[in-house]
């Protein structure tokens, strides 16, 4: 008898609620898929790691990479002395590790829940896009637009693929720098990542090549592309510059509990890299994302990011300013409704002269939704005519919204200008009577007091993004109110 | 033509009773200046009209054409045709002139009805120019950083956007110098008429100079105690307020 899988495990398990919330953190219904060839199984050994590697025909040394990576994974107990408790309730050895295509389950449109069937209404998402993310279709067949795009880019020499394949076909490239922005032993996650990761972009940039339009990873849309453990790492040659999106405002539909990513990119000298990820996942979700980019002299990385989905989220997207006058960025916003916990920050490691960092991060408590900032900036003494400039606005909607604030500046030696503002508000009750006095509900009235709080950052997304953006805090509000 | 009547309202903050039984009606056409010293509740009759949340009307009634109002949420009474100057009006953040001014008029169309935007603008620049407001101003935050005189005047654009059937205009000269109480001025002058009716509520007679009303009258103590037509406003000017409230101690002696 076949052992119970992740899927049939949680539809029979009694209802699990968040002891916190009280709400119910069960997936949603779903049917389950045909036979299929290989099956990893769930819970986590150095076998699944075998299995992983014999199915993507790895070279030895990437096995032998994921194998040490197990090992840390086991050694390193929970970090819930700083993070939140929450992280007890992740059952790794309900966890499946691995689910090739056929594997993965999926539900009828029927099945799908109505709020989510609005979402997707009111963030206009056409329509063969709505039955992919709503986990009808396994896949999204997008295989045109990304063959285009890659053969355009091709021409200039980029190279723009999954990390099986860049492993495989161009270890001279990625070997260097695979697995040393980030190593594994950086965190408990980290080391997860490293053993069982799939998927994910890899992408190489010429020196002097600015690559015009955005690379996407929703070009390359597959089952594993929103998987569970995405491996990304980019490398930018000198002078060279790329834009780099991932995740969407649509509500993204998944069995599996826990997604932890690990993304590292590499600016080499006057390179740019602006990496830009809006993440919506299901409110069952742990999405634990170690993120990490490596700037050298006069290179510039910037970090796009916006959280509104997932039960808890832990993301900390980093700078490592190696080489002079290097630049480092992080703009963050999160919303954090009911039953969710967005905890996101930025890491500013200062380790050469005249480099400069700016942390803009807004966030958004809705009901009884907590948001956390945790920053790190360090300066250390030896350095000269270093800045760093960090903001961190909250805002809180209810009166039982939470946000807490842990900034961790360290600065010492002298001639460094470091300013740290934060502010934490509600939104007026003066101001929403005057603009329902101009006719807007309670309701539209909100919406645009929390976009307005958010506008200016709002404005650094590409377009499509912002004006989803705008809806899905339409939709967020919209709960709040009454 | 269209009628908004106050019925022997009275109006508290808390504990506190402010309006103590006040009466009008004012007529689209009509302008009604309420003229008082401070604290007599003049600002706190138009809010609770408006329907401020911190304002209990306690007994009485407002209707529009015989309806009662009192039942309707902030935005529906704005949406049927009431609109308040605010003496102190708010800031809205990282929320532009034209953005506002677009969402409150497309909140009034129909269901699935879509703004025309070229038309919009059209519109919004024509009133920007009349009012002598900078056609920069559209991409400024509503009311962030603007002198007293910009609020003021951004007021009076939102009004000639929205076009009220009646407009409770509260203090709207305060902290205005002559040129732009003129261009205030100008800006209600050109929307006067027929379908309008206006309340406007001032300390000083020099906005009644430029905005002539039909009918003034004096607050005090939470109530009418004085009606008349304009030359009532001069009289006050000429005699300061203490001789309405001698007139009223001799006559209830």
Request: aromatic share 8%; proline share 4%.
């Amino acid at each position: 008898m076949t052992p119970l899988t992740e899927i049939e495990a949680v539809a029979t398990d009694p209802v699990v609620e968040n002891p916190s919330v009280g709400i119910d953190q069960t997936a949603g219904n779903f049917s389950y898929d045909v036979a299929y060839e290989f099956d990893a199984g769930s819970g986590l050994s150095e076998k699944t790691v075998e299995y992983i590697s014999s199915v993507k025909k790895e070279a030895p040394w990437i096995l032998e990479f994921r194998k040490k990576a197990l090992k840390t994974f086991e050694s390193m107990p929970l970090p819930t002395h700083w993070a939140t408790k929450d992280l007890e309730n992740i059952d790794f050895n309900k966890i499946r590790y691995y689910l090739s295509q056929g594997q993965k389950p999926k539900r009828t449109w029927e099945e799908v829940p109505d709020d989510i069937k609005k979402t997707f209404e009111r963030l206009g998402i056409p329509e063969q896009e709505r039955k992919f993310l709503a986990g009808v279709e396994a896949q999204f067949d997008s295989e045109a637009a990304y063959s285009n795009i890659k053969d355009i880019v091709a021409k200039q020499g980029v190279i723009f693929c999954n990390s099986t394949e860049a492993l495989r076909e161009h270890p001279e490239i990625f070997r260097k720098w695979f697995g040393k922005v980030i190593p594994t032993s950086d965190n408990k996650f980290s080391a997860l990542n490293s053993a069982v990761f799939s998927g994910g972009s890899f992408i190489y940039v010429p020196p002097g090549v600015k690559v015009a339009q955005p690379l996407q990873a929703y070009f390359r849309i597959n089952a594993e592309n929103f998987g569970q453990f995405e491996r990304t790492l980019i490398i930018v040659d000198e002078g060279a510059e790329v834009t780099y999106m991932e995740g969407c405002t649509a509500p993204k539909f998944s069995t599996a509990t826990l997604h932890s990513a690990v993304v590292e990119l590499v600016a080499l000298k006057g390179a740019k890299i602006q990496y830009i990820t809006v993440q919506n996942w299901a409110s069952n979700v742990y999405n634990l994302v170690t993120k990490r980019g490596l700037a050298m002299e006069e290179a510039e990385i910037k970090w796009i990011d916006c959280n509104i989905g997932s039960r808890l989220t832990m993301k900390y997207p980093g700078v490592i300013l190696k080489g002079r006058k290097a630049r480092g960025e992080v703009i963050s916003i999160a919303l954090a409704n009911d039953g969710q916990h967005q905890d996101t920050g930025a890491k500013m490691i200062h380790a050469a002269d005249e480099t400069t960092s700016t942390i803009v991060a807004k966030s958004i408590s809705v009901g009884q939704g907590r948001s956390t900032y945790r920053g790190v900036v360090h300066i250390p003494k030896h350095l000269k005519g270093c800045k760093n400039n960090t903001e961190c606005d909250a805002l809180l909607i209810n009166t039982n919204s939470r946000t807490d604030t842990y900034p961790a500046i360290t600065v010492r030696g002298d001639q460094h200008a470091v300013q740290h503002e934060a502010s934490v508000s509600k939104v007026s009750e003066e101001q929403i009577f005057y603009m329902q006095q101009r006719g807007l509900t309670e309701g539209q009235a909100m919406s645009l007091s929390v976009n307005g709080f958010i506008n200016d950052l709002a404005r650094q997304f590409p377009m499509e993004y912002s004006v989803e953006l705008k809806r899905l805090i339409d939709l967020e509000m919209e709960g709040s109110v009454g | 033509m269209n009628t908004l009547e106050i019925k022997d309202l009275h109006v508290s903050i808390g504990d506190k009773e402010i309006v103590k039984g006040l009466s009008l009606i004012i007529k689209t056409g009509e302008v009604h200046a309420i003229m008082g010293p401070n604290g007599t509740g003049k600002s706190t009759l138009s809010k609770a009209i408006a329907g401020h949340p911190d304002y209990t009307i306690t007994s009485g009634d407002v209707l529009i054409d015989g309806k009662s109002i009192l039942e309707m949420e902030p935005d529906e009474r704005a949406r049927a045709g009431v609109f308040l100057a605010f003496q102190y009006p708010s800031e809205i953040p990282g929320v532009t002139i034209a953005n506002f001014l677009r969402a409150a008029q497309q909140a009034r169309l129909a269901e699935g009805e879509e703004l025309d935007a070229t038309a919009y603008y059209k519109r919004l620049y024509s009133k920007m120019d009349m009012l002598k407001i900078d056609r920069k101003f559209t991409s400024r935050s509503v009311n962030e950083g603007f002198s007293g005189g910009e609020k003021k005047r951004c007021e009076i654009l939102q009004m000639a956007m929205l076009e009220p059937i009646f407009s409770l205009m509260d203090e709207t000269d305060s902290g205005l110098d002559i040129d732009a109480l003129r261009i205030v001025a100008d800006g209600v002058n050109a929307q006067r008429g027929e379908k309008l009716g206006v309340l406007l509520i001032t300390h000083y007679q020099r906005l009644l100079d430029y905005i002539v009303p039909d009918f003034v009258h004096v607050m005090w103590d939470g109530r009418i105690v004085k009606s008349g037509d304009k030359s009532l406003a001069l009289e006050l000017e000429a005699r300061g307020y203490d001789w309405v409230k001698q007139e009223l101690a001799a006559a209830s002696a």
